[in-house]
């Protein structure tokens, strides 16, 4: 059976059949482990927001070299690196998934095989690596996180919420003086942490697609290229979005979201998103490297999806909703409040199903029409009855959250043809291992 073409940016293009060849002829990754020709970066920075998107070489360029294309907010570390552990288990190699093109294979071999375009996978269980691989990249490279990034936004509105500073049931437009008179008025905060404000702002294949779409005009303005003309601002693209239906009725998911919840942080901070985040999470973490913060030329931050990092650096923001919090950071930046809204707050099943994503999550996730998930929660895609949680992004990138079991499993890629890598989250963490 085809499959829809995705609904969100930040996941795929479009999906394959099983069993499909994978059409795109590529150079394989492992040739731009120690760098890119300079046709290459050339060729990428000329480049329009579809072909960055493509998969392909420039793709991977866009993924690894994001600071070159894009203005960049640079947050440093703050505080000495606080070192992961290692008790390697290769049990978790071997663990098998059936994958969308290749038939059934243990981790090991997939990753090993070149035309999955996987970059680099990490496992941590109790503030222990217990698997990691780099198969295309190196450990110390910067890579987008893509969609892994929308919790960085969710959480920075979590902590001002405990704050007292934002009233999760308040309408945006009581934040944000330019969404005031406009369809925002009847959208809360946290109808926007569940991506369920009802406006017209659906991102698809065909929106995106499609110059007069409110996504793929707040692409443009994000990116620097002109609407009908004029480079346009964010925040004016944003407030122009249009009623479509009643709000908390769907899952619909769309980037304007998140940059809704940037805007929303700026205005209740007086400051730079990047700033607050820097000052509320990143400086209580002992990473290994600074967090890149692409922005729009306005400088609004783009964490819907544009913040690079090295991989273990995404792992230790993952470690923020574990037990294990203290061994990489000097405050409890996600606290028990803030979890039990994560875990508590999941939106009902039909929700999740009523939408396009849903049916699409369960295809990614290899569960075919008997979905093990739950729903979704406050910018996470996807939660299980036993609390863990995930979020992808396009490409096939990953952030896996287990708090019961202490596990957090990330991963990177530059892949829209096979959403295989996924499907081994959640083998690996009812495998047994981390009971």
């Known amino acids: 059976m085809t499959r829809s073409l995705m609904t969100s940016l930040c996941l795929a293009t479009a999906l394959v059949t099983p069993g499909q060849v994978l059409a795109a002829e590529r150079t394989p990754l492992e040739e731009f482990v120690e760098g890119f020709p300079i046709?290459?970066?050339?060729?990428t920075i000329a480049a329009s927001l579809p072909v960055w998107m493509a998969g392909?070489?420039?793709?991977?360029?866009?993924?690894?070299r994001t600071s070159e294309v894009l203005p960049t907010a640079i947050v440093p570390r703050r505080i000495p690196t606080m070192a992961l552990g290692e008790r390697l288990m290769p049990q978790i190699g071997a663990i098998k998934a059936e994958t969308e093109n290749f038939g059934s294979l243990t981790l090991n071999e997939f990753l090993a095989r070149s035309d999955s375009f996987s970059q680099a996978f990490m496992v941590i269980h109790k503030g222990n690596i217990v698997f990691e691989s780099y198969p295309r990249m190196r450990p110390s490279d910067h890579h987008v996180w893509m969609s892994n990034?929308?919790?960085?936004a969710s959480l920075l509105i979590e902590i001002l919420i405990s704050q007292g500073l934002i009233d999760e049931n308040a309408p945006m437009s009581d934040y944000i003086k330019e969404f005031k008179g406009t369809a925002w008025e009847g959208v809360t905060v946290i109808h926007?942490?569940?991506?369920?404000?009802?406006?017209?702002?659906?991102?698809?294949?065909?929106?995106r697609a499609d110059p007069n779409s409110h996504p793929h005009r707040l692409y443009l303005a994000e990116f620097n290229r002109p609407y009908k003309g004029k480079v346009e601002r964010m925040i004016d693209v944003l407030a122009d979005a249009k009623y479509g239906s009643k709000p908390g009725q769907k899952f619909v998911y769309a980037s304007a979201h998140t940059q809704a919840l940037v805007l929303l942080a700026e205005a209740v901070t007086g400051e730079r998103w990047a700033q607050s985040f820097d000052r509320l999470v990143w400086s209580?973490?002992?990473?290994?490297?600074p967090l890149q913060v692409h922005t729009s030329?306005?400088?609004v931050a783009l964490a819907h999806g544009v913040i690079s990092s090295r991989l273990a650096d995404m792992?230790?923001?993952g470690m923020l909703y574990t037990p294990s919090w203290n061994k990489i950071a000097t405050e409890q930046v996600v606290t028990d409040e803030i979890l039990a809204r994560i875990q508590?707050?999941?939106?009902?099943?039909?929700f999740l199903m009523a939408g396009d994503n849903g049916p699409t999550y369960s295809f990614i996730m290899g569960d075919g029409d008997a979905p093990t998930f739950v729903s979704s929660s406050r910018q996470w895609d996807l939660l299980w009855e036993d609390g863990d949680m995930w979020k992808g992004g396009m490409m096939s990138q990953g952030l896996y959250v287990s708090p019961d079991k202490d596990l957090v499993i990330v991963y990177v890629s530059t892949n829209n043809d096979d959403h295989s890598i996924h499907r081994w989250m959640r083998p690996i963490a009812t495998s047994g291992l981390f009971e």
């Not at 209580?284 to 490297?289: D, L, N, T, V, Y």
Request: hydrophobic content about 30%.
């Open 39 to 43: 046709e290459l970066a050339e060729r």
């Open 56 to 64: 392909g070489d420039e793709s991977h360029y866009w993924s690894m």
């Open 149 to 152: 990034a929308k919790p960085t």
């Open 192 to 207: 926007t942490l569940n991506m369920a404000s009802g406006l017209d702002i659906d991102d698809t294949a065909a929106t």
């Open 284 to 289: 209580k973490i002992g990473s290994e490297g």
């Open 297 to 299: 030329p306005d400088g």
């Open 315 to 317: 792992a230790r923001f």
């Open 344 to 350: 508590d707050g999941v939106q009902s099943h039909e």
